[in-house]
């Protein structure tokens, strides 16, 4: 059982390349979210998705794009990365009943 | 105004003493709230829920003022372990995703 996955843990990019990060989980959860931390910012919702098929934009959406095609994985898109985009990415998963959020082990992009 | 603020340390106190963080939030209507724990480079994680008539746990007491809107956290008898950063979350009302807002975070230092 192994909870919430991110991949990958790290990546380098160059200002304009794309990438994808990938979230999955095995805990049946209909939640999940991405966020980015920074230093002295906390960390800050960038999309979430209720369920299967849905996703909904946070507080930073601007660059990012999400996709919900499966219920265990949650996808994060960057189109055309930029060094504020510089960060890490915790991936989040909530379950019914409940408030609380399990997270995934973070993935440090650096984007030059 | 943030919505959720706390002191970012760090707080520097020696093996065996008790120190004790709070953090303020503004939306008055916010139903739930939670300290997180997170260590260096690695995810947040639940350290506990906070209830209106306080809740203990061990170590740690957490305790909820609606009237001020501010949470504290209480660690008494601190270990060299208990060296982290302490997010305080607040999860606001009328919120169809479950979002949860995190401040940016207290540090804690436990020194031998």
């Known amino acids: 059982n192994a909870g919430v996955t991110q991949t990958p843990k790290f990546r380098v990019l160059k200002t304009g390349q794309s990438m994808t990060l990938l979230c999955a989980q095995d805990m049946n959860h209909e939640y999940m979210y991405w966020y980015r931390q920074d230093p002295g910012m906390g960390l800050r919702l960038i999309h979430y998705?209720?369920?299967?098929?849905?996703?909904a934009k946070g507080e930073v959406p601007d660059g990012y794009n999400v996709s919900r095609l499966k219920k265990q994985n949650f996808l994060l898109g960057l189109e055309s990365a930029a060094p504020s985009q510089t960060s890490v990415y915790f991936c989040a998963t909530k379950g019914p009943s409940t408030d609380t959020q399990y997270f995934g082990p973070g993935t440090r992009l650096t984007v030059l | 105004r943030k919505e959720v603020e706390q002191d970012p340390g760090p707080f520097n106190v020696p093996e065996g003493a008790t120190v004790a963080f709070n953090c303020t939030y503004s939306n008055s209507a916010s139903q739930s709230f939670f300290w997180y724990r997170q260590d260096c480079r690695k995810e947040p994680k639940l350290l506990m829920s906070v209830y209106s008539s306080g809740n203990e746990d061990g170590r740690f007491t957490a305790q909820l003022n609606r009237a001020s809107q501010y949470i504290s956290l209480l660690i008494r008898d601190s270990k060299l372990s208990d060296s982290a950063t302490y997010l305080c979350?607040?999860?606001?009302?009328?919120?169809?995703?479950?979002?949860?807002?995190f401040g940016g975070g207290t540090r804690l230092m436990v020194k031998p």
């Open positions: 998705s209720v369920g299967e098929g849905t996703t």
């Open positions: 979350v607040v999860n606001p009302a009328n919120n169809a995703g479950n979002m949860l807002t």
